[in-house]
Structure formats: structure tokens, C-alpha cells
């Protein structure tokens, strides 16, 4: 938990999604496919002193030049799980709330951009198995949405969000219109920020008992669209000072997609 280490380019060069997608890794074991509906991705960019201590120094702060600056981004997540149930058995599907909490770094060791995950909050008696089982930072929380999706234009009349949480409280007030537009100061187009942004597939962590753990997923591209934000209230983010409550009214950036599907290689690997 040393300094924060730079991703050490200027500008984010360019990205072609193409070159990101992967064939779906077969699932097996207990491995976990999940439909995420009312996905979104709320991005702040935040200079990147704040990261300092975070993460470890095998992991490098993946930063954005935004007028002149040198800026971390940190997601904030949230979604509605929907038919979670195994890969490969046949076994009950659970429909759960959401919450996870990601800064974009790249791995020194192999060079691949991933995510750092602070943790997650899960409305599900099934977070003992996350907790208990493997120590993942999964924390429990009472989580609701109150969405409108316009079926024929294809936007959010109303998209709102609240966490009851000890450990991260949280509101969101989203909504769209035909007049959004991508905007990602910073990246050389449109298509490498929804790269950087929406196709981490790994993530790495700090478990319960402090080990170093990482997981990996899998899905399609995600179809986003931008948003704008009325109102939001991330008391995690202003807690650990990465970003301050007046900050969190100016986002870097909202995207929404009605609904994906992931799949989910489990168990998490304990890396040290």
C-alpha cells in the first residue's frame, strides 16, 4: 500500500473494441451467469493523489490528462442481478440489488487494464457466501430502484437508486433524453473511453483478511447510452476523500444499459 503509480502516458491512445473481445471463456464448477438490468456506470475523475495507499504497487493508476491534469476515474456501479444461477447446473435463479464500487488501473505484471474493486453492497441473504466463503469486501445493504424505461425510444423517463448501508449509503437520480451525447475529455474517440470504461474483465481486491484477490468475468459489448445526473449521494467515495459531496453533482461521465448478461468465473483466486 505504497504511492500511487501512474499509468504514464500523456493522452489515452486509441482503442478499438474489436481487439478487446475474447470468445467466451466455457464455464464449469460453480461458475455463475447473471442477467444485470438497470446497469449503470457513474464515473468521477478525481486528481490522482487521492488514490494514494489504495491499492499495491504491482498496480498502476490508469489516469486521464483532463486540462492539463492528471486524473484517476473511479465507477460507481449499480444494478439490479436478475436470474443469477449457475453456468452449468440446473439451480435456483435469485434477483438481487447491487452496488459496486471500481477504480481503473492496469497490472503491472501483465499490462492488462483491469479494475480495483473498493467492494460492493448486496440486498441478498446470499452475501454470506461472498463474505464467509471466500472474504470477499461484499457488505450488506437494502437496495431499491424506482425506474421508468421508455420502451419506444429506448431511454429512462425516471432512473433512481438508494442503498440503506452502514458501510456505503447511497443515492442516484438519473435520466436520459434524445439530446445526451458521449463526452469522454481526455480519450482520442468515443470508442476507446467505452473500451477503458464499459470492458475491465478482470478485477483485483483486497479480501476480509487482507490477501491480495482478483476475478474474472466475461460478457458482450455493452450497448450504453449517456445520461445526465440530477442528484447524488456516495457516502463511501466521500468518506475514503476520493470524492467530495459537492463533486459528486459533476460526474465525468453516466452511461446506462436496460439490461446485459455476464457470466462469472468463480470461486475468486487468492493471489498473496
Not at 451467469?33 to 490522482?48: D, E, M, N, R
Not at 439490479?80 to 452496488?99: E, H, L, N, R, Y
Request: aromatic residues 14%; charged residues 25%.
Amino acid at each position: 500500500m505504497q504511492g500511487v503509480k501512474f499509468q504514464g502516458s500523456k493522452v489515452q491512445e486509441s482503442r478499438k473494441l474489436k481487439d478487446y473481445l475474447i470468445e467466451r471463456p466455457k464455464p464449469k464448477g460453480i461458475d455463475v451467469l447473471c442477467g444485470l438490468k438497470h446497469f449503470a456506470i457513474i464515473t468521477y475523475a478525481v486528481p490522482s493523489e487521492r488514490f494514494q495507499g489504495i491499492f499495491p504497487e504491482r498496480f498502476k493508476l490508469d489516469t486521464v490528462e483532463i486540462n492539463g491534469q492528471e486524473m484517476g476515474l473511479i465507477s460507481v456501479v449499480p444494478f439490479i442481478d436478475v436470474d443469477f444461477t449457475s453456468a452449468v447446473f440446473p439451480f435456483p435463479k435469485f434477483t438481487m440489488g447491487q452496488t459496486n464500487y471500481r477504480i481503473y488501473i492496469i497490472d503491472s505484471e501483465t499490462g492488462e487494464r483491469c479494475v480495483w474493486f473498493l467492494g460492493t453492497t448486496l440486498d441478498s441473504w446470499t452475501l454470506v457466501v461472498p463474505r464467509l466463503l471466500w472474504n470477499l469486501p461484499w457488505h450488506s445493504g437494502k437496495v431499491s430502484f424506482d425506474c421508468t424505461f421508455n420502451e419506444v425510444n429506448g431511454l429512462y423517463d425516471k432512473y433512481q437508486m438508494q442503498t440503506e448501508s452502514e458501510w456505503a449509503e447511497a443515492s442516484v437520480d438519473l435520466v436520459q433524453s434524445e439530446s445526451d451525447l458521449f463526452e469522454f475529455p481526455g480519450f482520442p474517440d468515443v470508442e476507446s473511453a467505452l473500451v477503458y470504461l464499459t470492458h475491465p474483465l478482470a478485477g483485483f481486491y483486497y479480501r476480509r483478511d487482507n490477501k491480495l484477490g482478483t476475478y474474472r468475468v466475461w460478457h458482450k459489448e455493452l450497448v450504453v447510452k449517456p445520461a445526465k445526473l440530477k442528484s447524488a449521494n456516495f457516502k463511501l467515495l466521500s468518506n475514503l476523500g476520493i470524492v467530495k459531496e459537492a463533486e459528486q453533482k459533476t460526474p465525468y461521465s453516466v452511461l446506462i444499459e436496460p439490461v446485459n448478461e455476464f457470466t462469472i468465473y468463480l470461486p475468486p483466486t487468492i493471489i498473496g
